[in-house]
Structures are given as C-alpha cells and as structure tokens.
C-alpha cells in the first residue's frame, strides 16, 4: 500500500502531471522532442514508454540511448536545436552539467536516483526521493517515465506493464516475497487492470513457461547457484537425479508443468546442493516468490515473463544492441525478438566466462577491510560490470557485511566502477550512492546511484586513492549508524 507516512503521493503525481504539460504544450507547437535515457532494462523500458506516447501524440522526436551522461553527451545535446530534453532513468545527478550545458533549453528529469542539489531555471524534475520515497525499491526509471505518461491520457494505461518490467530489471523485488510494492504496486495494478498482467505466487526460474526445466535451471542467475547456473548438462544430470520426469510425451516438460510436490523437491535438493558447497540455503529462498506474467505475449517466448523480458532487454543494452529493445518495448517483434534473443544469448555466455575467470585466479577478488574488490581491467567490458556485481552478490561466496566494489577499464581510458550492497548493510545505514558520489568527486570524477547499487567514473591513475577514500567512508557510514 501506499500511504502519506510513505511520501507524499499527491505531490509526487503533481510533478508527473508538470512534465506531462510541458511535453504536450511542446508537442503542440510542433517543437522536436529529444529523448535521452539509461542503456540497462529499465532505461530502455522507460525509452519504450516515452516512444510510444510520442508517436501516439503524432510528434517529432528521437531516442538516444546513453551508458552515462557526461560532458562529450551534453556538448552533442547542446548543438543540436532541440527546445526540449527528456532524459529517463538518469540525470538526477547531473544537473550541474545540464546548467553548464543546457541552462537555455527546457529539461524533464524522470529519474529514480539519489539528486544532487542544483536548480535550473527551466527544469521539470520528477524523482521519487524528492518526495519521501526510496528510487531504490519504490519504484524505478520506467515507472516514473509511466505516471507522466497516464498523466498525459489514462488510456496510456496500456504502458504499465512496461515499468513493471523496468522495476523488475532494476530488481525492485529483493525482499522476501520477490514482490513489487508502494509506486510500483500501483503500476502493477493498472497493467492488470489493462489486461496485460497477471501475478502469482511460485518458483522463479528463467524461462519458467518456456524453456525446458533443465535449460530454466541452468538460465537461472539470480540467485547464482555454482555448478548448475551456465551449465546445462550438470543441471540435467541433477534433475535426473531428482527423480523428475523431465519429459511427457516427447515434450520437454518446463518449470510450470510441475506439480506443487516436485517443486518442493527441486527446492529442497537446490537448498541441500548449496549447503553442500558451503553457501546458506537461504539463498535458494530467492528462488521462491511473486511471477509477473504478460498475459498478452505468446507463452513460448522470453517477453510472456516480466523477468526475462527485463533480462531480455537488459542485454540488449549492455551488448551495444539498445535500439532492439526499444524497438521490442514499443511493439516489434519477429524477427527484431529473433536477434534480440540471440544478443541474450551471447550476453548470458559472456556472464558466465566473466564469472569463470573471476574465481579461477587468486588475487581477482580482495577482500580488504570494509569492502570486496573485484579487478576486472582489461577483461570485463564495462557495459557489463554492472550485471557482474549484481550476480556476484547472489551467489553466496561473500560475506553480507561488506559491500562489493568492481573496477574495470572504460572505453575512454579510465576507470568504469560499480558498487552493490546487501539489504543488511542498508539498514545499518550504508548508502553507496553518496560514497561513491563523495569518493569520485574527491579524486576529480563523478559518482552516484542508489544506498543498494552505485556508479562512478574516475581517471586510471586515482584507483588506489579512490579506494582508500571509499574504505574510510564506508567505515564512517556504518560507525556513525551503529
């Protein structure tokens, strides 16, 4: 539920209906729209979200998709004559470039993380914080790329399941039900109410409806589970262990075929295979929660479950293929859900050889005294950092006491690093947005994101003051809340 203790609702869908009136007053006096949004799941849902709107007011505009917003992007933005920018699923934090870059343009911010406080004369800023709620769990990009988008004609109700998708890649369900809540619940509300959604309660596999179980298992990534995630054949050999008829008629049986009793059993064996290698049963718990399932997508494809659609699209983006994303969140499919699905699959393979190389050789993970730091230079594209530390954090290895910090090379020759955090640490009282965004700037680069999740983008040779000062502000964070 969403109540007035939670944030200010009200206030909130204001500002969602200001940016909804400076969109139309725009598209009415038949001004270019530039659209610039995230690259992950979320950024590439809200990018599909605004698309379709636009089209359906008849207007002229573009989509960018962009990894971060830096200098080099806002001086392109800057030369072109658009008199109005959106950018979705980012530019919270960078609202000092836009005022150095942009001050002259109109500007709508639909972001979901941590703000900087910088104000510019002709900036509509929709974010979740401002308003007393959490861009970390509340509600992601996408959902607030929706509200403005209701806001400007309730038949864009249709949309709704689109932010489902996004919250779900930006995994706003990492509680103990795996469910969506606050923001989020009203947009899963509308999308059922449009017919487009429906939810239940069962095990979460990749593939759950589609794949055959064996494959689902080995797809599964979030929970990690070692020896099994990435390997079909360890999976098989697993299931036929079980006991599990794997097969009826000829037809490969997938995860929903099961009855209640040999879900349990799969259960039970996953719990025991983790124990076995030293990892909390615990894990496997994640396995367990609320399926969001697309009711208007074919059963047997990626896009009939709101979490492959989200993994769907979030390779499309980290594999330098946004514009396929786009195109399948604003209506394409065939062979555009063809391609897409072969960019997965290349994504998911490259996922496992990061992973594989990581634990091959000591010295890839360190741990030092209040953080684990993974060395990706050279090796781990940066695109894909992000989805490495993400997984990382599910698989068990690591200690939920400490935070995990990777660094990988950029394309521009510095330092790409991403953060992630455990639920434990945020309530007592890290945030690794605000480090990062101190750590960065302190050394000359720029930083930011959610308590849970965090970027930032540093020159090469500051890595090793960068994490001392990352150390000590953590220490600090979680001294000063003990």
Same mark, same amino acid.
């Given at each position: 539920?969403?109540?007035?203790?939670?944030?200010?609702?009200?206030?909130?869908?204001?500002?969602?209906?200001?940016?909804?009136?400076?969109?139309?007053?725009?598209?009415?006096?038949?001004?270019?729209?530039?659209?610039? !949004?995230?690259? =992950?799941?979320?950024? #590439? @849902?809200?990018? +599909?979200? $605004? &698309?379709?709107?636009?089209? %359906?007011?008849?207007?002229?505009?573009?989509?960018?998709?962009?990894?971060?917003?830096?200098?080099?992007?806002?001086?392109?933005?800057?030369?072109?004559?658009?008199?109005?920018?959106?950018?979705?699923?980012?530019?919270?934090?960078?609202?000092?470039?836009?005022?150095?870059?942009?001050?002259?343009?109109?500007?709508?911010?639909?972001?979901?993380?941590?703000?900087?406080?910088?104000?510019?004369?002709?900036?509509?800023?929709?974010?979740?914080?401002?308003?007393?709620?959490?861009?970390?769990?509340?509600?992601?990009?996408?959902?607030?790329?929706?509200?403005?988008?209701?806001?400007?004609?309730? !038949?864009?109700? =249709?949309?709704?399941? #689109? @932010?489902?998708? +996004?919250? $779900? &890649?930006?995994?706003?369900? %990492?509680?103990?039900?795996?469910?969506?809540?606050?923001?989020?619940?009203?947009?899963?509300?509308?999308?059922?109410?449009?017919?487009?959604?429906?939810?239940?309660?069962?095990?979460?596999?990749?593939?759950?409806?589609?794949?055959?179980?064996?494959?689902?298992?080995?797809?599964?990534?979030?929970?990690?589970?070692?020896?099994?995630?990435?390997?079909?054949?360890?999976?098989?050999?697993?299931?036929?262990?079980?006991?599990?008829?794997?097969?009826?008629?000829?037809?490969?049986?997938?995860?929903?075929?099961?009855?209640?009793?040999?879900?349990?059993?799969?259960?039970?064996?996953?719990?025991?295979?983790?124990?076995?290698?030293?990892?909390?049963?615990?894990?496997?718990?994640?396995?367990?929660?609320?399926?969001?399932?697309?009711?208007?997508?074919?059963?047997?494809?990626?896009?009939?479950?709101?979490?492959?659609?989200?993994?769907?699209?979030?390779?499309?983006?980290?594999?330098?293929?946004?514009?396929?994303?786009?195109?399948?969140?604003?209506?394409?499919?065939?062979?555009?859900?063809?391609?897409?699905?072969?960019?997965?699959?290349?994504?998911?393979?490259?996922?496992?050889?990061?992973?594989?190389?990581?634990?091959?050789?000591?010295?890839?993970?360190?741990?030092?005294?209040?953080?684990?730091?993974?060395?990706?230079?050279?090796?781990?594209?940066?695109?894909?950092?992000?989805?490495?530390?993400?997984?990382?954090?599910?698989?068990?290895?690591?200690?939920?006491?400490?935070?995990?910090?990777?660094?990988?090379?950029?394309?521009?020759?510095?330092?790409?690093?991403?953060?992630?955090?455990?639920?434990?640490?945020?309530?007592?009282?890290?945030?690794?947005?605000?480090?990062?965004?101190?750590?960065?700037?302190?050394?000359?680069?720029?930083?930011?994101?959610?308590?849970?999740?965090?970027?930032?983008?540093?020159?090469?040779?500051?890595?090793?003051?960068?994490?001392?000062?990352?150390?000590?502000?953590?220490?600090?964070?979680?001294?000063?809340?003990?």
């Amino acid at each position: 539920m969403v109540t007035d203790q939670q944030g200010s609702l009200g206030v909130f869908l204001n500002s969602a209906t200001d940016a909804a009136r400076i969109i139309q007053d725009h598209v009415a006096k038949g001004d270019f729209v530039s659209v610039v !949004s995230h690259l =992950d799941a979320d950024g #590439l @849902a809200a990018a +599909g979200i $605004l &698309g379709c709107v636009l089209n %359906r007011l008849d207007a002229a505009f573009r989509i960018r998709i962009a990894k971060q917003i830096d200098e080099s992007l806002t001086n392109d933005l800057a030369s072109e004559s658009s008199p109005l920018y959106i950018f979705s699923d980012f530019g919270s934090g960078s609202l000092d470039i836009f005022k150095e870059k942009l001050s002259e343009r109109d500007i709508v911010v639909l972001d979901h993380h941590q703000p900087i406080n910088v104000s510019l004369p002709r900036l509509i800023h929709v974010n979740p914080h401002l308003h007393g709620f959490d861009g970390a769990r509340e509600v992601a990009g996408s959902g607030v790329a929706y509200f403005v988008a209701r806001a400007i004609s309730q !038949s864009n109700i =249709d949309l709704a399941y #689109l @932010a489902v998708v +996004g919250a $779900l &890649g930006d995994m706003q369900d %990492r509680n103990k039900r795996r469910e969506l809540y606050s923001l989020n619940e009203l947009v899963v509300k509308d999308a059922i109410e449009a017919g487009s959604l429906k939810t239940e309660m069962d095990l979460i596999f990749y593939g759950r409806e589609t794949r055959p179980l064996y494959k689902a298992l080995a797809c599964t990534t979030n929970p990690f589970i070692p020896g099994l995630s990435g390997e079909e054949d360890k999976c098989l050999g697993f299931l036929v262990n079980l006991g599990i008829n794997l097969k009826v008629d000829e037809r490969w049986r997938a995860v929903s075929d099961l009855s209640s009793d040999e879900k349990q059993k799969l259960l039970s064996q996953l719990i025991a295979h983790l124990v076995s290698r030293g990892i909390s049963g615990e894990v496997a718990m994640a396995l367990v929660g609320t399926v969001y399932i697309l009711t208007k997508e074919d059963r047997w494809t990626p896009l009939r479950d709101a979490r492959e659609y989200a993994s769907l699209l979030n390779a499309c983006g980290r594999m330098d293929k946004a514009g396929l994303g786009v195109a399948i969140c604003m209506g394409s499919r065939g062979k555009t859900l063809d391609e897409a699905q072969e960019v997965l699959n290349q994504y998911r393979k490259t996922l496992a050889q990061y992973m594989d190389w990581l634990t091959e050789v000591p010295g890839r993970i360190q741990e030092i005294e209040s953080a684990y730091i993974i060395r990706g230079d050279g090796v781990i594209n940066e695109r894909l950092l992000g989805a490495v530390s993400t997984i990382l954090t599910t698989t068990g290895l690591f200690q939920p006491t400490k935070p995990i910090i990777a660094l990988t090379t950029a394309s521009d020759g510095g330092v790409k690093v991403s953060a992630r955090a455990t639920n434990q640490l945020i309530r007592e009282g890290l945030n690794l947005g605000v480090i990062l965004q101190t750590a960065a700037g302190r050394v000359g680069g720029r930083g930011g994101g959610h308590d849970v999740a965090a970027g930032a983008q540093i020159a090469k040779d500051s890595v090793d003051e960068f994490l001392a000062i990352t150390n000590q502000l953590i220490k600090e964070q979680l001294k000063r809340e003990k």
